[in-house]
């Protein structure tokens, strides 16, 4: 039996894999889904903050480590996604298919925007693209990845259940 | 001090949460030299450990993969190299015969030894040059060591060969350094010998060719050395015990002399008599 650490761990490095992987194999009009920040949601629905934030800060930092020049970046946006997914975990309260794909979608334009707030900070940047940014690469990025996501919960709360029948 | 640790352990959550943001703001703010350098020691001691694991299986992976192309490559090269010793050992032995090719003034006609008489000792051969090369009748064969034989039937594609070591086989000899006559015998085709009268001067270590007298092998050809002077039966006599140079146990390659038999000029005149009924 794999201790549910290493389940989650493993998890979380499949998700990047994927992402390295075949991410940019699946691109739709040059969207792509985010399996990382997927992995994490996965992670902190089912586990709590505590595992979020750890989760999304060695992600985070294990996808800066492939740009030295914007490392914290991702760990920051990571870790703030985490903790705030984590609030939401099943621990604490019960919460339906549609309640959990309006969580990830919040999730991601919370993670987008901590990451282009800072990337825009660092810059000296404007900050006037951002809503237009958020509009025209997070949401269709986070429909997508959220679609993804649903093929996958309709397999194993609805398909599975009655193959095994 | 334990309020301190107390308070981090019961609010673990939010704990995390601060030392996440503020190492990460750290390196959001620290400069590109900070950055690289910060990004290169993690790399080197949280993920090298993991890479170098990976890695490891990766190449005891292809360790085995390698292993298995290197078997096949073996084998291969085991074989070629099995071809390429034969063919070395194929060229040494035709270099040998070029040499005594060019060393002989005869015609001599190169021809593969491919079959010999099934029997012990054997006394023929069958090599694959026949009338179609020119050969003909009584032609002596011979090796890059010596006298061999000589062709005793022709065909259009392959000749036989009768050999020295034959017991009907009888060579005029002569030994070379007296240039004293005689006639080489052989008892069972395992031991050569010849008489020759008892005063002379023969002895062990003493070449002998053929002397050219019997009109099929041209004289001085090499046929043996003198292995044991011995007495003969009659006090006459000694007999002289001989070796012969040639190998027929490994003999592959022969030289058919195309000459054609001293009293062929004669067979004409012989065949032409006719005799009164």
Known sequence: MIPTTLKWIGLLVVCLLVQGTIGHAITIAGTCPDFVLVGLFMVAIRNGPMAAILGGFVLGLTQDLYAPSILGQNALAQTLTGAFIGIFNDKVMRTDAWMKAVILLSAFVIHDTIYLVTGIAKEHGSYSALPVELLVRTLPKAVYSVAVVGVFFLWDSLLKPNLRK | ?277
């Not at chain 2, 060969?161 to 002569?174: C, E, I, N, R, Y």
């Open chain 2, 1 to 277: 001090m334990t309020w301190i640790f107390q308070l981090i352990v019961r609010h673990r959550a939010i704990s995390s949460l601060l030392l996440t943001v503020v190492l990460s703001l750290t390196m959001l703010n620290a400069n590109a030299q900070r950055q690289a350098r910060i990004s290169r020691g993690l790399l080197i001691s949280v993920f090298y450990p993991l890479g170098f694991t990976l890695s490891l299986s990766t190449n005891v992976r292809n360790i085995f993969a390698e292993n298995k192309r290197l078997r096949a490559e073996s084998a291969a090269l085991m074989v070629r190299v099995a071809m390429l010793e034969q063919r070395a050992a194929e060229n040494e032995r035709l270099r040998e015969i070029l040499k005594i090719s060019e060393s002989f003034s005869y015609d001599l006609l190169p021809a593969r030894v491919i079959m010999r008489e099934p029997a012990t000792p054997f006394r023929s051969v069958v090599i694959a040059a026949g009338r179609s090369k020119g050969v003909g009748l009584w032609m002596p064969v011979v090796d890059r060591r010596g006298v061999v034989g000589k062709v005793i039937q022709v065909l259009p594609g392959i000749s036989l060969v009768q050999l020295l070591k034959d017991p009907a086989a009888h060579m005029s000899v002569m030994v070379a350094r007296t240039r004293t006559p005689a006639i080489l015998e052989s008892g069972s085709g395992e031991t050569f010998s010849f008489r020759c009268r008892s005063h002379t001067d023969v002895a062990p270590g003493d070449t002998i060719t053929t002397s050219g007298l019997g009109g099929i092998f041209p004289s001085g050809l090499m046929v043996g050395f003198v292995r044991k002077v011995s007495d003969d039966p009659d006090p006459l006599f000694k007999r002289v015990v001989l070796d012969l140079s040639v190998d027929f146990e490994h003999m592959e390659e022969v030289f058919v002399m195309r000459l054609s038999p001293q009293w062929s000029a004669f067979r004409a005149e012989v065949d032409s008599i006719k005799f009164d009924k």
